[in-house]
């Protein structure tokens, strides 16, 4: 009961200061925070991009901190849709700007997740989630002594949510910073394609736009990226982990097939 009230606290105040972060957004033609709210779909995200343009331009400082607490707040609680302000950060700040905050703030954020998870939850993870946490432990021996590797196996090849694995690190006694630098080093490929396409998408305006020398390159290098994961996948999962053919099969927590 005390991690519960002790969570719920931490929550609310969090939720306070995102909701303060928004109504205290400087003036402007649109001002207000009824506008802004985390995207559930592609029109969304358009809405909310065209919506934050103004105050990209006028109040770069501010965005850049309404952003990053915005997708701080995301990944410490878990919450799904991370890939839509991946793909907002490339269509207001650019592909390396975008990609460096993004990066950075999926590694804090997730780092987050498992301090909260390690104070508060990890009863809450060994309770609803047994025989996954008990199938992860068990892998994390068998590797452990390329564990690290493991880690990058397990964000470039998700057998599990990125979100339960954050959860469920604590339990599994995985050292913090092996946990941050996996999570830097391994979702950077898939934080790279998000955001390239949002800096793609961000400068199209119409059809004659996408056949542009600059558009077709970052296409390419978001192909090229695309292919990256399953070469380091097939390169160290033979050599350095220990993974039964039958156990690559990926699968939610709900039973289904993730792929």
Request: with cysteine.
């Amino acid at each position: 009961m005390r991690s519960l009230v002790g969570f719920l606290l931490v929550l609310a105040a969090a939720t306070s200061g995102l909701y303060l972060l928004t109504a205290w957004l400087p003036g402007g033609p649109r001002a207000g925070s009824g506008s802004l709210k985390f995207p559930s779909d592609l029109e969304e995200l358009q809405e909310l991009a065209e919506f934050l343009q103004y105050y990209n331009k006028e109040h770069h400082a501010y965005m850049i901190l309404l952003f990053c607490s915005a997708y701080l707040y995301k990944q410490t609680f878990a919450i799904p849709g991370s890939s839509f302000l991946n793909i907002l950060a490339g269509a207001l700040f650019g592909p390396w700007i975008g990609l460096l905050l993004c990066s950075t703030l999926t590694s804090v954020g997730a780092t987050c997740c498992y301090g909260l998870s390690r104070i508060f939850g990890k009863n809450f993870v060994m309770y609803y989630f047994p025989d996954k946490v008990t199938m992860l432990q068990r892998k994390v021996e068998e590797n452990r002594h390329s564990l690290f590797f493991f880690l990058l196996f397990l964000r470039l090849l998700p057998m599990t949510p990125n979100w339960f694995l954050n959860l469920a690190s604590p339990v599994l006694n995985i050292h913090v910073t092996q946990f941050f630098f996996s999570v830097l080093i391994g979702l950077t490929p898939y934080n790279f394609i998000c955001v390239q396409t949002g800096s793609v998408l961000s400068q199209i305006s119409s059809l004659d736009n996408i056949l542009s020398w600059s558009n077709l390159f970052k296409m390419l290098a978001i192909a090229t990226m695309a292919l990256i994961p399953g070469t380091l996948i097939k390169k160290f999962s033979q050599k350095r982990l220990n993974l039964d053919k039958s156990e690559q099969k990926i699968y939610l927590l709900n039973g289904r097939k993730y792929n």
